[in-house]
């Protein structure tokens, strides 16, 4: 990947991750952190919904899409997920159960966003 793609895959990652936040923040969550880091791991969005802390994966697709994003989150980054996630209570002393979530944006060439939220994406198992 070249400069230039890299910089527009970038523009397009964090351009879904903002419309995931406002999604999130309408239906009523309560967002906590956005782009958490610890070590070399992220968790894009950090929310609360109701009693539950939801670890939210981001995965950003322009038309025509030609992988399944939400396969694109195997083993591995489950583990890291999961880990970021651990920290992430342990650091803030936080009580509540944690959810992993995915929200799958797709991007028409127009520009329009459609927004898919897989709750409990994934169960939480190292």
């Given at each position: 990947m070249d400069t230039a793609q890299k910089s527009k895959h970038l523009c397009l990652g964090e351009g879904g991750e903002e419309l995931a936040t406002d999604y999130l923040r309408d239906k009523?969550?309560?967002?906590?952190e956005n782009n958490w880091?610890?070590?070399?791991?992220?968790?894009?969005?950090?929310?609360?919904?109701?009693?539950?802390?939801?670890?939210?994966?981001?995965?950003?697709r322009t038309e025509p899409i030609l992988d399944n994003p939400i396969m694109s989150i195997n083993r591995k980054k489950q583990r890291?997920?999961?880990?970021?996630?651990?920290?992430?209570?342990?650091?803030?002393q936080i009580s509540l159960d944690v959810r992993f979530d995915v929200i799958w944006i797709r991007m028409d060439i127009s520009g329009r966003a459609s927004i898919e939220h897989i709750k409990d994406a994934f169960i939480p198992t190292l």
């Open positions: 009523g969550y309560i967002i906590l880091r610890v070590q070399h791991k992220e968790l894009d969005i950090i929310a609360v919904d109701g009693n539950e802390l939801v670890a939210v994966e981001v995965k950003t890291n997920l999961i880990s970021a996630a651990h920290a992430y209570v342990r650091i803030k």
